[in-house]
């Protein structure tokens, strides 16, 4: 898992246009932020039906991903001792998964419906 890449947080949910880049949408920027120079990581693209609240909520998702990612990482290690019990390993198994599609691979089909009857 040390060899993961991607570009490191803190990331920032801004309103597109506010920072000069492309013009006033409506959509949402997700920008790195903590360095001098400011990278677009990703944008929202939602369409006419779309609520612009919906949009807002999803780029704050995005933007959270580094600290969310930090997060499940140490989960991860620190939960390690207890896989075994059969009431906590449906959790690490989504845990797991989660992190798995964070770094691009493509665990068993894990599901939150699965995990909870588990």
Known sequence: MGDFK???GPWEAVPAGAD???????RYHIEERGTDAQWVIAATVGNVN???????ANAQLI???PDLLAACRWAESALAPFS????KKSGMALL??????ARGEHPQATDSKEADRG
Request: proline residues 7%; aromatic residues 6%.
């Open 50 to 56: 779309a609520l612009k609240a919906d949009e807002w």
């Open 6 to 8: 991607a570009t490191p």
């Open 96 to 101: 797991r998964a989660a992190l798995a599609k």
């Open 84 to 87: 075994k019990d059969p009431q």
């Open 20 to 26: 000069g880049y492309c013009g006033d949408t409506g």
């Open 63 to 65: 933007a959270s991903a």
